[in-house]
């Protein structure tokens, strides 16, 4: 059974210096806001700069994010490592500083077969002493899996929980009704899609935008257990409105870009990865500044903050959809 309470996560948006050097105090008032907010847990791992930390860095990440929460809300560390011992030793770290689970991601260097994938898994499942959730975000980490591999997966004694980052329908229904019959909780890996998960039986989503919107994300899960059906959809429209234009960068009609988003979802699916995706976190940053979050908008070499004119821009976005108080 998984440790992972149902509802939202937010993905923190690691905080920097202006000499991009950790920013423990900011890191502190993001997971402090994330509580204050009712969300169901953090995440360190994914649409941030946590991959672009050395080892040091992320083991003192989460410690003082572990430190700070005293098990007041979930705490999910993830790795993305090519090889199983590397994972491990992040794992065991983990799991010594209070993590509750490992959110583990493959990405490929060389080809993987199956096997070789389902036995990484399985070593750290058996010898990592916390639960494994299983990441399957494709178009960044390149492991292509059918939904019946991602079921077998699931399937090994230690992974109780799946992040599932796929836009498209078929393949997200098809995996989901694969797995109903698994010890696995499973969280869509985006909250453009928060709604669509849980028509499919998905627990919730882990997903900045929590940390951007909590207070609409947080009510599509209300409205929705209360089969306000209706009013829970609305809210995720407006949630698509405002965050596939933030997400993207895209400086297009709301209605435009949305719709578009919404296509690429319902769309037959296809096998071929998307790997020209653009880093979201810049721009999220500056969003959460905008809210009040005392934090910086640098970002890691190679990368660069948002220019001033983006930053009007998101300020608008915001604006336009209530999401921030002037």
Known sequence: MSRLPEGNYAI??????????????????EIEYAISRKLSGVVFGSNSEFPYLTPEEKAKVIKHSAELIKGRIALVAGVMSFGTKEALEF??????????????????????????????????ARNAGLEITFYYVPDCSGLALRPEDIAELVSIPGINSMKLTVIN??????????????????????????????????????CPLNLIAPEDTNAVIE??????LEQAFQIQEKIRSAGVN?????????????????????????????????????ILKEALRLKGIPISTQVRLPYQRIREEQSEWVKKVLKDHGWLNL
């Not at 905080?15 to 423990?24: G, K, Q």
């Not at 799991?95 to 070789?116: H, N, R």
């Open 169 to 206: 329908r078929e393949f997200v229904n098809k995996t989901i009704q694969l797995c109903w019959d698994k010890d696995c909780r499973i969280f869509i890996g985006t909250g453009l899609l928060l709604y669509e998960g849980l028509q499919l039986d998905a627990k919730g989503c882990f």
């Open 223 to 228: 409205m929705f257990s209360n089969r306000k």
């Open 91 to 124: 794992a065991q770290m983990a799991k010594s500083a209070g993590c509750d689970s490992v959110m583990v991601t493959l990405p490929i260097y060389y080809d993987l077969d199956f096997e070789s994938v389902k036995r990484h898994y399985d070593y750290l």
């Open 246 to 282: 933030l997400s993207t960068g895209l400086d297009t009609d709301y209605e435009t870009v949305k719709n578009a988003f919404m296509a690429i979802y319902n769309a037959p699916y296809s096998s071929a990865l998307i790997r020209n995706m653009r880093p979201p976190y810049p």
């Open 12 to 29: 923190i948006l690691l905080p920097l210096t202006e000499d991009r050097e950790l920013d423990l105090k900011g890191l502190s008032a």
